[in-house]
């Protein structure tokens, strides 16, 4: 088979922790083609979508961790899947690249995540869709309410819906000296809709990544421990990430969305479980691959290829 991986700049990608590195190198080792493109290599003229890809052969225990061969310019359908693995900041430059690849998919191209999925799902406000799985969270932009739901809960996160990696979430406290700044910064003054949602102290204890693979869960999440003071779980902030097993509560979160985001074309999601509480769902470019491999023995690019290559043989129904 031939994947299209759609990728930041292949020398941005730390490979001994980057999951889309772990995908192709499961790909490789089963024989399929790996090519990379990146987001601006995307391009619509004469009646359809292609693709100024490059085939990589991927190079073990090398300073350069591939060889490229020359760009080739490929419609988007010469391939058996194309995967959307760039990160965030989720912009109008990705909004438009999710409008070319929905083009692609019209014309028989198979695209994971889906491209309208990957809209209809911003990564913080979707989980109002499963409110019973949520904790207390308020979503505004009227400041007096952000007040108010401070004063309910005492102890609150504030984050805007549009980040990513742990970048300008604030935790907020009644006495906060700061309080009005925080808010008045979070929220533009009042012009940007942001994410309130009630502190969880079992943060101290991780923000878990647990993993859906066509949805079905992986058995182990990555539990991202906070750096000493402070609140974030993310490994980009400085968390530590430990694997273990599901609890009961993560899978009852996860078998009960999982089937319901498959649907929807979401391949491969990963949801942010803090104590009994799902907080985020992240569809755009999950990661945690290699943490959990290295740390359980569990093939978790085994079982994305597993299922990959199923759904690229069932029947393609527009």
Known sequence: MKFAFITDALESLKIQKDSTYAMMREAT??????????????????????????????????????????????????????????????????????????????????????????????EKMS??????????????????????????????????LDGMGGISVFRVQRNDPNLNVIIET?????????????????????????????GKPVPYALARIPRPGETRGNLSAGATGIARELTVRDREIAETIGPQLAAQGLLLVGLDVIGDWLTEINVTSPTCFQEITEQTGFNVAGMMLDTLEKAVQSPHID
Do not use: C
């Open 186 to 214: 979070v929220s533009h003054y009042g012009q940007r809709t942001v994410m309130s949602q009630r502190f969880i102290s079992e943060v101290t204890a991780g923000d878990k990544r647990v993993l859906l693979i066509g």
């Open 29 to 122: 080792v089963r024989g399929h083609e790996v090519h990379a493109l990146q987001q601006e290599g995307l391009v619509w003229s004469a009646g359809r979508v292609t693709g100024h890809t490059q085939r990589l052969q991927l190079v073990e225990n090398a300073s350069v961790w591939y060889h490229a061969d020359a760009p080739q310019i490929s419609p988007l359908t010469a391939f058996d899947a194309v995967l959307m693995r760039k990160d965030p900041p989720f912009d109008m430059e990705y909004i438009y690249s999710t409008y070319l690849l929905e083009l692609a998919q019209a014309q028989g191209a198979r695209v994971f995540n889906d491209p309208r999925a990957i809209r209809d799902h911003n």
């Open 127 to 160: 989980i109002a869709r499963f409110p019973e799985f949520v904790p207390p969270t308020l979503i505004t932009r009227r400041i007096e309410l952000i007040h108010e739901f401070l004063v309910t809960h005492s102890d609150i996160i504030l984050k805007p």
